[in-house]
C-alpha cells in the first residue's frame, strides 16, 4: 500500500476534530479524502492507515462507518475500510487487516517479542513434569501423540522440539497482526496475540501470549467473560462462556464453553468440553464431557465421553500428582464413575462405579468395567452388542465439523480395525488360558485387578470369535467385490495379494490415526536421523492415513490361516463360499443382538414416568408421541436395512464364486 506523510492541511485539519500526535511526521495515509472518518484519535510512534468508504451493518440494522475515532494509537497500521472506535486505553505495536472492526476494546498491545503462544510447554498427562508437548500453529494430534508417549526414545523428542523451536523463533515479532475481516467488541485485553482472518472477539475478558488460527472457511469465535493465557486456538473452534484457558491447544472446530476450566491440556479435533475441569490431559478428537461435576485429569482419551461426576485421581499422596491413565478410543463412563490412575481400559468399554486397583483391560476391548462392593468386575466384549456403541460410530463422522480444507488431524472412524481386531485375538487367547488355568467350571476369574464372571468369559470369547469372523469376512468380500464371474481358483488368488508392503504385526491408534507400528517406528528414526521436517512428518502421517485400506489388507491376509484355517495362498472358491457364510451368520447375528438391545428402549420400564396423569394406555400413547414406536425408529430401521443389504451382498458373492469352474 502506498502511504504518504500528511500535509500541513490535512494535520490541521485532524487537530480540528479532536487529533493530537507526538510527531505528525510519522503518521501516513494511502487515502487523505478519508480522513474525514478520523476523530478522537491520538498518534503516537509510527501509524500508517488506509481509505475509509466501507460501511459496517450491525445486528438490529444499526450502520457505522469505517475510521478511527476515540483512540489511542502507537505503532499501529490500519488496512482499508477497516474501524477502530472507543479504545479506553491504546492500541500499541500491531498490524490490522483490512475490513476489521474494532470497538470498545480496554487495551490491546504487543508488548515485546512475542511468539504468540508458539514454543509454550504443556505438561501433559504428569502434572510433575516429563511428558511436555511443545504446542505450535500446525500441531497435530498424532504429532503430539509421538512427542508425549514416545519418551524412551530421548533423541526422537530432541529433535522434534529442536524443530519446533525453530518454528517458532520464525514466528516471533514485537508486532501483533489482527487479519482482515475480523470482530473485536467489548473486549478488555488482548496482549501479545496473532488473530487470522474472520476471527470474532467478543465480551472476551483476557487474552494473552497466543494464536487464534481463523480463517475465511472455519472462522474463530472467542466470546463473553473468556481468559486464555498461553495458548493456540486452531481455525473452527468456538471458546465462550467464562472459559479459563492456561497452557492449552485447541485444535480443529472444538467447542468450549459454560465456565470450563484447563490448563496444561490438549484439545483436538471436535472436542467439547463444558461446564467441567482439566488438568494435563490430552484429549484426543471427538473428546466430550458435558457436566459442571466432571473432572478430567492426567488421562489420555479419544472418541470419549465422560458422564456428570466423572472423576481420577493422579495423586496417591506420596511422590505427587505423577500417575497418568489412558482410557482408549471410545470408551465411556457412566455418571458418578472413578478411577485410580493408573489404569488403562481397553477401546470402546464402558466404566460404571469407582475403581481402585490399578486395572489394565487394553486386551479386552468392548468390555464392561462394573464396580460392586468395591470390586471391579470386567465383562468382556459385551459392548460389541450394544446399540450404544453402533450409535456412536455412526454419529462421529456426521459430527465431524472441520471446514477448513487444511485438516490437522488424522482421524480414523472404524469400529472394527487390525488395532481392536488384533486385541480380540489377544483377549480370546487370555480369556482361554484363564480357563484353562482356574478350570472351565470356576465361578469367577480373576485378571489384573478385576474379576471375571464365569457367564460372562464364554460369552466374551463368543463376541470376540463373532466380531473377527465379521471383520474378515468383511475384507475379503471388498476385495472380491470387483472379480468377474467365472473367474479360477488361481484369478481369486491373485485378486487377494497385498498391494501394500507394510501393514504386517502390531497396529497402534495414534490420537485417532490407525497406522501399523512397522510404519510408525519408520518415521521415527526418519526423524531422528534428521531426513524428515515437521511438515514432512505431518504430511507422512496423512499419507499414511490415506493408505490405511491397504495396509489393513496386508494386515488381515495372514489371519486367515490361523482363524478359518484356510491360507489365502491355496485358497478355493468353495473356501471362500465358506468363510462367507460365516461371515454373514456373524453379522445378521449381531445385527440381531443389537435389535434386541435397541427393543429394551421400548418396554414398559422404559415408559415409566410418561402419561403422567393416566393409567397405562395413556402411558403407551404418551410415549408413541414422544418416542415413536419401536419399528419406525431410525436407528431400526438402519439394523434392518443393514440386515438386508449384508445378506444380499453375501448372496451374490456366494453365487458369483458358484460360478467358478462351471
Not at 195 to 224: E, F, K, M, W
Not at 475 to 491: C, F, H, M, Q, V
Request: charged share 20%; hydrophobic share 35%.
Amino acid at each position: 500500500m502506498n502511504y504518504r506523510p500528511l500535509s500541513q492541511e490535512q494535520i490541521e485539519f485532524l487537530i480540528q476534530r479532536g487529533c493530537r500526535a507526538d510527531d505528525w511526521s510519522t503518521v501516513y495515509t494511502s487515502d487523505p479524502e478519508s480522513l474525514s472518518y478520523i476523530r478522537g484519535v491520538r498518534f503516537s510512534g509510527t501509524v500508517k492507515f488506509g481509505r475509509f468508504q466501507e460501511v459496517f451493518v450491525l445486528p438490529g440494522g444499526v450502520k457505522k462507518h469505517s475510521g478511527l475515532r476515540e483512540a489511542t494509537l502507537h505503532n499501529v497500521t490500519v488496512g482499508d475500510d477497516s474501524l477502530i472506535e472507543n479504545v479506553t486505553n491504546y492500541v500499541a505495536n500491531y498490524d490490522i487487516g483490512s475490513h476489521t472492526y474494532i470497538e470498545n476494546v480496554d487495551l490491546m498491545v504487543c508488548e515485546g517479542p512475542s511468539r504468540f503462544g508458539n514454543g509454550v510447554e504443556v505438561s501433559v498427562l504428569s502434572e510433575t513434569g516429563g511428558r511436555e508437548v511443545k504446542i505450535y500453529d500446525r500441531l497435530s494430534a498424532q504429532i503430539a501423540y509421538v512427542l508425549a508417549m514416545y519418551r524412551h526414545r530421548p533423541a526422537l523428542i530432541a529433535r522434534l522440539n529442536a524443530m519446533i523451536d525453530e518454528y517458532a523463533d520464525l514466528q516471533c515479532s514485537s508486532r501483533g497482526r489482527i487479519g482482515d475481516h475480523v470482530s473485536i467488541r467489548n473486549t478488555r485485553h488482548i496482549n501479545g496475540v496473532r488473530i487470522g482472518d474472520y476471527a470474532v472477539i467478543s465480551g472476551t475478558s483476557r487474552l494473552r501470549n497466543g494464536s487464534v488460527n481463523s480463517n475465511q472457511s472455519a472462522p474463530v469465535t472467542i466470546a463473553h467473560g473468556v481468559i486464555a493465557d498461553d495458548f493456540i486456538i486452531c481455525s473452527g473452534s468456538h471458546v465462550s462462556d467464562n472459559t479459563s484457558l492456561e497452557r492449552c491447544f485447541v485444535g480443529q472446530s472444538c467447542r468450549l464453553g459454560h465456565g470450563y476450566s484447563a490448563s496444561d491440556s490438549l484439545f483436538f479435533s471436535n472436542c467439547q468440553e463444558e461446564n467441567g475441569e482439566a488438568c494435563a490431559i490430552f484429549a484426543g478428537p471427538f473428546t466430550v464431557t458435558h457436566h459442571k461435576s466432571t473432572l478430567l485429569i492426567a488421562g489420555m482419551f479419544s472418541f470419549m465421553n465422560a458422564g456428570s461426576g466423572s472423576n481420577q485421581s493422579n495423586h496417591m499422596y506420596k511422590l505427587g500428582p505423577m500417575h497418568q491413565g489412558i482410557l482408549e478410543r471410545g470408551a465411556k463412563t457412566s455418571s458418578d464413575s472413578y478411577i485410580l490412575w493408573p489404569s488403562r481400559v481397553g477401546a470402546f468399554s464402558l466404566v460404571m462405579g469407582r475403581h481402585v486397583t490399578h486395572s489394565d483391560t487394553s486386551n479386552l476391548p468392548f468390555s464392561y468395567l462394573i464396580e460392586q462392593q468395591n470390586t471391579t468386575y470386567l465383562v468382556p466384549g459385551v459392548n460389541l452388542r450394544s446399540v450404544g456403541t453402533v450409535r456412536d460410530a455412526q454419529k462421529w463422522p456426521k459430527r465431524d465439523s472441520r471446514k477448513d480444507p487444511d485438516k490437522l488431524d488424522c482421524i480414523n472412524y472404524n469400529l472394527l480395525s487390525p488395532y481392536t481386531i488384533q486385541k480380540m485375538f489377544k483377549g480370546i487367547q487370555l480369556l482361554r488360558n484363564l480357563q484353562y488355568s482356574s478350570g472351565e467350571l470356576s465361578d469367577i476369574y480373576s485378571y489384573h485387578s478385576t474379576k471375571i464372571r464365569n457367564k460372562s468369559l464364554r460369552n466374551g470369547i463368543h463376541y470376540y470369535h463373532t466380531a473377527i469372523t465379521k471383520f474378515l469376512g468383511n475384507s475379503i468380500i471388498k476385495r472380491l467385490e470387483n472379480l468377474p464371474a467365472g473367474a479360477s481358483d488361481e484369478t481369486i488368488r491373485e485378486a487377494l495379494k497385498p498391494t501394500c508392503s507394510f501393514g504386517k504385526g502390531d497396529w497402534a491408534d495414534v490420537s485417532g490415526l490407525i497406522v501399523p507400528k512397522d510404519a510408525l517406528v519408520n518415521l521415527i528414526e526418519q526423524v531422528e536421523r534428521g531426513e524428515l521436517t515437521l511438515e514432512e512428518l505431518f504430511a507422512a502421517f496423512h499419507r499414511l492415513h490415506q493408505q490405511y485400506y491397504d495396509a489393513e489388507w496386508t494386515w488381515a491376509y495372514d489371519k486367515y490361516a490361523s482363524f478359518f484355517g484356510y491360507p489365502l495362498e491355496t485358497i478355493t472358491a468353495a473356501q471362500v463360499i465358506e468363510i462367507v457364510e460365516r461371515w454373514k451368520e456373524a453379522v445378521i447375528g449381531l445385527d440381531k443382538e443389537l435389535y434386541e438391545d435397541a427393543h429394551k428402549e421400548f418396554n414398559l420400564a422404559s415408559m415409566t414416568s410418561f402419561g403422567a396423569d393416566g393409567g397405562k394406555e395413556i402411558k403407551e400413547r404418551d410415549f408413541s408421541q414422544v418416542r415413536g414406536d419401536f419399528e419406525s425408529n431410525s436407528f431400526v430401521q438402519a439394523v434392518l436395512d443393514h440386515i438386508r443389504k449384508k445378506e444380499a451382498l453375501g448372496d451374490e458373492l456366494i453365487q458369483r464364486l458358484k460360478t467358478y469352474g462351471a
